[in-house]
DNA sequence: TCGGCACAAATTTTT
DNA sequence: TTTGTGCCGA
């Protein structure tokens, strides 16, 4: 085991494994490399069985990273070891004994939408108007009593003079009534029903605690009360704790983390051995600078303060400008002028924001630019419609208790079971306190039902009996695509498609979009069957787990391609290059912070924007606008405090003196019509470097996108930042241009040329 | 039962 | 501006 790579305090906090640890990691300070050290040496030398380890991460990227690195350090085999995110973990210990605390042990997992139609059920059963009460009030109301392990008893209580909170009782009461009914657990039951297990049964806390014996959490500053008590349930005895974070990096108080759980780490545990990590070797000495003269504007901290021996570095640029428009303009050209300078490549870009709407803007400049990008975040696969309605399938094979699930599919496609049936059915299925599926089996005996309505509602009860029975042969894979079939939900997506195509609309084919994303998720389930990594058996149930704690299904990254995406998700990352954009008040910090008048509010954006500078390697470009349209609304800005947060002998305002923002009027518009009109109905992205299409199909104009290749001097470019323009030469991917007024330009052909013949 | 239309709401989101 | 939701008429 080599340690001699470490710094002091990493070669402490790695080699201090007895007794309770926090590590304060700073950003950058390599947190991560601490830890797979950490546990390669509590294998390798203290000969610590794999077993005895758990490791808690909130990410299953971060748990798989983590696997993997010590994987590379230790001997044996990690197998035995739990590397999990709290949620995977919970979910393990509950498989085995959830039974102990009266549900079923083949539970299903709500996500946040079905918990959503669940509480919109659990209000209209308890006529309460959704207009008085705002159901994304009530669910953060739920979740927060959650995390802070309050049953709806106590809530009762602790409300009852309140008659508004009172009737969130109720819901509350009656959620949890449901919840349990359908065999379902939210992501919070994960973590407090795991809980209520180790209270309620001491052998298994017993079992886990002497299982356990070394125990690590990942991100302190961001666990919730809730998670804070599971893991003090299996520390508490042994002591073997070692919690890793960073208080100026909580960011997700909003969503339950509890800072003062690493603030008041040492109140909670007796003797704690702190290690502080404060060399970061990510990024230069100026753009720390900024950052930790940013947090010192706050107060509630411990303190710390990041250094690097990379002295100096470039500052950190500050830009206005008009609009939003301009400024994606403004990230565009410099990306081209980096690239083309400096020869960076696109991966070495982020483009960071507070809030997803700014990406459109931003997306709209690369675009018209050719840059190549990603966006992180935005809907995820696994929420889009037609992934939801499979799996709801899957779930009723699986757990027909499910009514959530059943009410999903019942009439999806179209079956003529219609609202009034559904209804019908859900009273009686209350009435006998029943799941709805058992009150659909016997629909033969009820009354209620006109004979149409039985032979609709028999129907769909026929199908699910064959999936249900051939789940017991198929693999998942080819019981989704039998459930696809079957069902009709592919036809109804294909009818519909080629309506749409007779209708010549113009339209992309979205439905087109959904068939493929169900055959995405066909082999998802391929590799699910073909995984080695996977813990358990591979049955449907396993699957449906995955599925149900992941929210990343997007896979390979090969191409060079800048990333966007918001400050949090950006949490973790780091690139060379980080714009931050949009930095105005009202936007960030977000306009509710700032009318909250709270400080907690204001820290918390503070410490996002800690977060948002630390990403940076290299170089940092931080731009605000005067005039932002936001939802369609033209608002004048002011600039960010937190620029003025900044330390003066760090940044450098510049203005913009690119050509890039030359384009003309026309131009400008012709692009953007292109890209908003034909990026869709082109098989590939033509804006990617990888141009593939030439032919756009349908093109009203007739005009035609000329292959890269086939470029050379003499052809004429029609669209490119600099306008129209002939080619002079051509010597790889170096195009010498003429244009009519901007003389001679060299473009790269891979980034800023678009040709389109006779438009 | 379904499509169309008017109306409202729109931070951030590891699981 | 975009997206979702509720209500109404065919």
């Given at each position: 085991?080599?340690?001699?790579?470490?710094?002091?305090?990493?070669?402490?906090?790695?080699?201090?494994?007895?007794?309770?640890?926090?590590i304060?990691?700073?950003?950058?300070?390599?947190?991560?490399?601490?830890?797979?050290?950490?546990?390669?040496?509590?294998?390798?030398?203290?000969?610590?069985?794999?077993?005895?380890?758990?490791?808690i991460?909130?990410?299953?990227?971060?748990?798989?990273?983590?696997?993997?690195?010590?994987?590379?350090?230790?001997?044996?085999?990690?197998?035995?070891?739990?590397?999990?995110?709290?949620?995977?973990?919970?979910v393990?210990?509950?498989?085995?004994d959830?039974?102990?605390?009266?549900?079923?042990?083949?539970?299903?997992?709500?996500?946040?939408?079905?918990?959503?139609?669940?509480?919109?059920?659990?209000?209209?059963?308890?006529?309460?108007?959704?207009?008085?009460?705002?159901?994304?009030g009530?669910?953060?109301?739920?979740?927060s009593?959650?995390?802070?392990?309050?049953?709806?008893?106590?809530?009762?209580?602790?409300?009852?003079?309140?008659v508004?909170m009172?009737?969130?009782?109720?819901?509350?009461?009656?959620?949890?009534?449901?919840?349990?009914?359908?065999?379902?657990?939210?992501f919070?039951?994960?973590?407090?029903?795991?809980?209520?297990?180790?209270?309620?049964?001491?052998?298994?806390?017993?079992?886990?605690?002497?299982?356990?014996?070394?125990?690590?959490?990942?991100?302190?500053?961001?666990?919730?009360?809730?998670?804070?008590?599971?893991?003090?349930?299996?520390?508490?005895?042994h002591?073997?704790i070692?919690?890793?974070?960073?208080?100026?990096?909580?960011?997700?108080?909003?969503?339950?983390?509890?800072?003062?759980n690493?603030?008041?780490?040492?109140?909670?545990?007796?003797?704690?051995?702190?290690?502080?990590?404060?060399?970061?070797?990510?990024?230069?000495?100026?753009?720390?600078?900024?950052?930790?003269?940013i947090?010192?504007?706050?107060?509630?901290?411990?303190?710390?303060?990041?250094?690097?021996?990379?002295?100096?570095?470039?500052?950190v640029?500050?830009?206005?400008?008009d609009?939003?428009?301009?400024?994606?303009?403004?990230?565009?050209?410099?990306?081209?002028?980096?690239?083309?300078?400096?020869?960076?490549?696109?991966?070495?870009f982020?483009?960071?924001?507070?809030?997803?709407?700014?990406?459109?803007?931003?997306?709209?400049?690369?675009?018209?630019?050719?840059?190549?990008?990603?966006?992180y975040?935005?809907?995820k696969?696994?929420?889009?419609?037609?992934?939801?309605d499979?799996?709801?399938?899957?779930?009723?094979?699986?757990?027909?208790?499910?009514?959530?699930?059943?009410?999903?599919?019942?009439?999806?496609?179209?079956?003529?079971?219609?609202?009034?049936t559904?209804?019908?059915?859900e009273?009686?299925?209350?009435?006998?306190?029943?799941?709805?599926?058992?009150?659909?089996?016997?629909?033969?005996?009820?009354?209620?039902?006109?004979?149409?309505?039985?032979?609709?509602?028999?129907?769909?009860?026929?199908?699910?009996?064959?999936?249900?029975?051939?789940?017991?042969?198929?693999?998942?894979?080819?019981?989704?695509?039998?459930?696809?079939?079957?069902?009709?939900?592919?036809?109804?997506?294909?009818?519909?498609?080629?309506?749409?195509?007779?209708?010549?609309?113009?339209?992309?084919?979205?439905?087109?979009?959904?068939?493929?994303?169900?055959?995405?998720?066909?082999?998802?389930?391929?590799?699910?069957?073909?995984?080695?990594?996977?813990?358990?058996?591979?049955?449907?149930?396993?699957?449906?787990?995955?599925?149900?704690?992941?929210?990343?299904?997007?896979?390979e990254?090969?191409?060079?391609r800048?990333?966007?995406?918001?400050?949090?998700?950006?949490?973790?990352?780091e690139?060379?290059?980080?714009?931050?954009?949009?930095?105005?008040?009202?936007?960030?910090?977000i306009?509710?912070?700032?009318?909250?008048?709270?400080?907690?509010?204001?820290?918390?954006?503070?410490r996002?924007?800690y977060?948002?500078?630390?990403?940076?390697?290299?170089?940092?470009?931080?731009?605000?606008?005067?005039?932002?349209?936001?939802?369609?609304?033209?608002?004048?800005?002011?600039?960010?405090?937190?620029?003025?947060?900044?330390?003066?002998?760090?940044?450098?305002?510049i203005?913009?003196?690119?050509?890039?923002?030359?384009?003309?009027?026309?131009?400008?518009?012709?692009?953007?019509?292109?890209?908003?009109k034909?990026k869709?109905?082109?098989?590939?992205d033509?804006?990617?470097?990888?141009?593939?299409?030439?032919?756009?199909?349908?093109?009203?104009?007739?005009?035609?996108?000329t292959?890269?290749?086939?470029v050379?001097?003499?052809?004429?470019?029609?669209h490119?930042?600099?306008?129209k323009?002939t080619?002079?030469?051509?010597?790889?991917?170096?195009?010498?241009v003429?244009?009519?007024n901007?003389?001679?330009?060299?473009?790269?052909?891979?980034?800023?040329?678009?040709?389109?013949?006779?438009?």
């Open positions: 085991m080599d340690l001699n790579s470490l710094n002091a305090p990493q070669r402490d906090a790695v080699m201090r494994t007895e007794g309770p640890v926090l304060l990691a700073g950003a950058g300070s390599g947190k991560t490399r601490v830890l797979t050290t950490r546990i390669g040496y509590l294998i390798d030398e203290k000969k610590v069985l794999p077993a005895n380890i758990l490791a991460t909130f990410t299953n990227k971060a748990a798989n990273e983590m696997r993997e690195r010590v994987e590379e350090t230790v001997e044996s085999s990690t197998k035995d070891m739990w590397i999990n995110t709290f949620h995977s973990c919970c393990k210990i509950l498989r085995r959830i039974n102990k605390i009266g549900y079923n042990r083949s539970f299903v997992i709500y996500d946040a939408t079905d918990q959503a139609t669940l509480v919109k059920d659990c209000m209209k059963e308890l006529d309460i108007s959704d207009k008085l009460f705002d159901v994304k009530v669910i953060s109301q739920i979740s009593a959650k995390d802070k392990l309050i049953s709806p008893r106590r809530f009762k209580e602790q409300y009852r003079s309140d508004r009172d009737k969130v009782a109720d819901i509350y009461t009656l959620y949890q009534d449901r919840l349990k009914r359908n065999s379902a657990l939210d919070d039951d994960l973590i407090v029903k795991t809980i209520e297990l180790f209270r309620k049964n001491e052998d298994v806390l017993k079992y886990y605690r002497n299982k356990f014996r070394y125990i690590m959490v990942d991100e302190y500053q961001d666990t919730s009360h809730a998670q804070y008590e599971f893991v003090r349930l299996l520390a508490c005895e002591q073997n070692c919690v890793v974070g960073d208080d100026d990096q909580s960011i997700y108080g909003w969503r339950g983390a509890d800072i003062k690493i603030l008041e780490f040492e109140k909670d545990y007796e003797n704690v051995h702190i290690v502080k990590l404060e060399q970061n070797y990510r990024s230069t000495q100026v753009i720390l600078d900024a950052a930790n003269h947090i010192s504007n706050n107060t509630e901290r411990k303190s710390k303060k990041l250094w690097s021996d990379k002295e100096g570095g470039k500052l640029k500050i830009c206005q400008l609009n939003e428009i301009d400024e994606g303009d403004f990230v565009c050209s410099k990306i081209d002028e980096l690239v083309r300078k400096e020869k960076r490549s696109l991966n070495d982020a483009v960071l924001y507070r809030a997803n709407a700014q990406a459109r803007a931003i997306e709209d400049a690369l675009n018209r630019a050719m840059i190549s990008y990603n966006i975040g935005g809907t696969f696994y929420e889009r419609k037609e992934i939801k499979l799996i709801a399938y899957l779930r009723v094979i699986v757990n027909p208790q499910d009514d959530i699930s059943v009410k999903r599919i019942i009439n999806v496609p179209a079956r003529g079971i219609g609202l009034k559904i209804e019908k059915m009273d009686r299925a209350s009435l006998k306190q029943e799941s709805i599926y058992s009150v659909l089996l016997d629909a033969e005996d009820n009354s209620d039902l006109s004979t149409r309505a039985k032979a609709k509602v028999n129907g769909f009860i026929d199908i699910m009996s064959i999936l249900r029975s051939s789940a017991e042969v198929y693999s998942v894979s080819e019981l989704i695509d039998y459930t696809m079939k079957l069902t009709g939900y592919l036809k109804d997506l294909e009818d519909n498609r080629d309506k749409n195509e007779k209708l010549s609309n113009g339209k992309y084919d979205e439905y087109q979009d959904r068939i493929d994303n169900l055959k995405e998720l066909i082999s998802i389930a391929l590799e699910f069957e073909n995984s080695e990594e996977i813990e358990g058996e591979k049955n449907l149930q396993t699957f449906l787990e995955n599925v149900a704690l992941s929210s990343d299904a997007d896979g990254e090969s191409e060079s800048v990333s966007l995406m918001t400050m949090h998700t950006s949490k973790g990352l690139f060379p290059v980080v714009f931050i954009v949009g930095m105005e008040e009202n936007l960030f910090p306009s509710r912070a700032v009318k909250s008048m709270s400080d907690t509010a204001i820290e918390e954006e503070r996002l924007c977060v948002a500078i630390t990403r940076a390697e290299e170089e940092l470009f931080i731009t605000n606008v005067r005039n932002r349209t936001l939802y369609g609304k033209r608002n004048v800005a002011i600039q960010s405090r937190f620029i003025e947060e900044l330390p003066e002998n760090s940044i450098e305002t203005g913009v003196v690119d050509e890039g923002l030359s384009y003309s009027r026309a131009t400008y518009n012709v692009l953007d019509k292109y890209t908003k034909y869709k109905s082109m098989n590939m033509f804006l990617s470097k990888n141009v593939k299409a030439t032919k756009i199909e349908g093109n009203k104009e007739g005009s035609d996108l292959l890269k290749d086939s050379k001097a003499g052809s004429k470019i029609y490119s930042k600099f306008g323009g080619v002079v030469a051509r010597n790889g991917n170096d195009l010498t003429a244009f009519a901007k003389g001679i330009k060299r473009l790269n052909i891979e980034y800023t040329v678009f040709e389109v013949l006779s438009i």
